[in-house]
């Protein structure tokens, strides 16, 4: 039967041919190969909606999906866009380490005229736009061509149980000193404040960045992550953020901290074993998830010099990017606008995310960790409180940083040879 309906279909094709009507890419059976980083609920649902209403809507398109963790991709993403069979589309993480190499390796499609086809770079600012962006040689960053949209906007804060806090006589701080009172005040009362598993690397990476960012400011994060203005780590602020890591770690993390999966941190944090987690705002959908949507709050961290507004890591989510020998580019084009357009918006805000094209209307936002994340967003945005992810800054960053954390939080690295470590990845693996 199966030959009969192949012969069907290609009398139809030749008739349709001679007729002067040539059939379009979907009704030639495409197939489009996507990955990203959503292998659970809910972001997962999200993403197998949107791909079964993009098929629905691009007859005879298949979409060929594999989600993999953020940790797996990073591991993954170069040979496949290297491959002649790999991804037409994928999730990459932006800076030097992964989108940066991709497009000195020519392996990622320039997207400026799509942008301008339909509007991204309109529809977005010039500054989140440049965290997408590279030169052509790969070695600029912030400019140049456009490589990658993103879904959701992304910011890093504190989640907290607010019925611990209630025990505690606590209240969202708005200040640093506020903010140290609750650690001790937990501490004293014999309860480690936060949930923190190091293992799978980021979770380290995310607690230094928010701590960091205390110290920072908005100049010096661009400065570094750009390359500009002869940017260094090693400075009298990201010294102090490091002395801060090292005794959060013996003070505040669980005392086996060591031993713990990011994941399994997550899951005492949701059973209520510890009062507090830093994470982002990707989060929020598993806080729903758990039955926790009313019950966790989220808050921005205070900066280190009380009167200063937050200044949280963040920016957008990993970026969609296009293999630059896909055969089906167009097609793959369309496959981002989809996913970072109205409709995709409206389903990921119901998850708890933050969609990247703004939520005008919050009529639909049924819990409150949602409307608190999509505060925390709006005010950091109003106020230049974006800050950015280091691990950006060079190809290498990522993993000298996570092998260091582990020897600063343990106590094996001083905060001194921290930092000076760090400028020595960014001096010698630089682009520039």
């Known amino acids: 039967m199966n030959k009969i309906y192949r012969a069907l279909f290609t009398i139809t094709v030749i008739a349709l041919t001679l007729m002067g009507i040539r059939p379009t890419a979907a009704q030639a059976e495409t197939k489009l190969v996507v990955w990203d980083i959503h292998p659970t609920s809910p972001q997962s649902d999200v993403i197998n909606k949107l ?67 339909f509007g991204w770079d309109k529809r977005w600012s010039p500054g989140l736009l440049a965290r997408n962006s590279f030169s052509a040689d790969g070695k600029e960053f912030g400019t140049g061509n456009l490589y990658g949209v993103s879904t959701t906007a992304e910011i890093g804060g504190v989640f907290y149980h607010k019925d611990m806090f209630k025990e505690q006589g606590l209240e969202v701080p708005k200040t640093f000193s506020e903010f140290q009172a609750i650690l001790d005040k937990f501490s004293s009362a014999g309860i480690r404040p936060f949930a923190f598993g190091p293992l799978a690397g980021s979770h380290s990476l995310h607690y230094f960045f928010t701590i960091q960012h205390s110290f920072s400011n908005v100049q010096w994060l661009d400065d570094f992550i750009y390359r500009r203005n002869n940017a260094r780590f090693d400075t009298p602020e990201n010294l102090e953020a490091a002395k801060m890591m090292q005794d959060w770690a013996s003070k505040y993390f669980p005392e086996d901290f060591t031993g713990l999966e990011r994941e399994t941190a997550r899951s ?24 926790l949507g009313d019950e966790v709050g989220f808050f921005l961290m205070p900066r280190h010099t009380d009167g200063e507004t937050p200044l949280a890591f963040g920016g957008w989510s990993l970026a969609w990017a296009i293999r630059k020998t896909s055969a089906n580019a167009d097609l793959a084009a369309e496959y981002l606008e989809w996913q970072t357009g109205t409709r995709a918006a409206e389903l990921w805000a119901e998850t708890g995310d933050v969609p990247a094209v703004g939520l005008k209307d919050r009529s639909a936002i049924k819990y409150s960790v949602h409307n608190d994340i999509l505060n925390a967003w709006e005010q950091a945005n109003a106020t230049n409180g974006v800050g950015h992810y280091l691990d950006w800054a060079s190809p290498t960053i990522y993993d000298t940083m996570k092998a260091d954390l582990e020897l600063l939080n343990a106590g094996k690295m001083t905060p001194e040879e921290f930092t000076a470590d760090i400028q020595k990845d960014y001096e010698n693996n630089g682009k520039k």
């Open 51 to 117: 791909n079964a209403e993009f098929e629905a809507n691009h007859p005879g398109v298949k979409i060929e999906r594999t989600a993999y963790t953020f940790e797996d991709l990073k591991t993954v993403i170069t040979l496949g866009m290297s491959s002649a069979d790999g991804p037409d589309v994928s999730m990459v993480n932006q800076g030097f380490p992964d989108m940066g190499a991709m497009v000195a390796a020519d392996l990622l499609l320039p997207l400026n005229d799509y942008a301008t086809k």
């Open 268 to 291: 005492l944090f949701y059973n209520k074993e510890f009062p507090m987690m830093i994470d982002g705002s990707w989060m929020g959908g598993n806080m729903i998830e758990n039955k």
